[in-house]
């Protein structure tokens, strides 16, 4: 018995986006870790972080300290 299998032609239109799929993927996978990784980026968003977190801390005190002297 012998098999035989018929190949459509748009099988490789289909392996075609398949492969460039996944160097697409590939790509981006490796942008992604070099922005993950980048440690002048990261200590930029701790210290933004911490920025914003000790603005929000201080607004808080001042309208806490503005809310007590209308009383």
């Known amino acids: 018995m012998m098999n035989t299998l018929t190949v459509s032609p748009a099988s490789g239109r289909l392996s075609d ?4 799929t ?17 440690r002048e980026r990261m200590l930029r ?4 972080r911490s920025a914003a977190r000790d603005a929000h801390a201080e607004n808080a005190r001042a ?8 009383m």
Do not use: K, M, P
């Open 17 to 20: 986006l398949a492969v460039r």
């Open 22 to 38: 996944g160097l697409a993927l590939a790509r981006w996978g490796r942008r992604r870790t070099i922005r993950r990784t980048d």
């Open 45 to 48: 968003a701790i210290a933004e």
């Open 63 to 70: 309208h806490s300290a503005a809310r007590l002297t209308l």
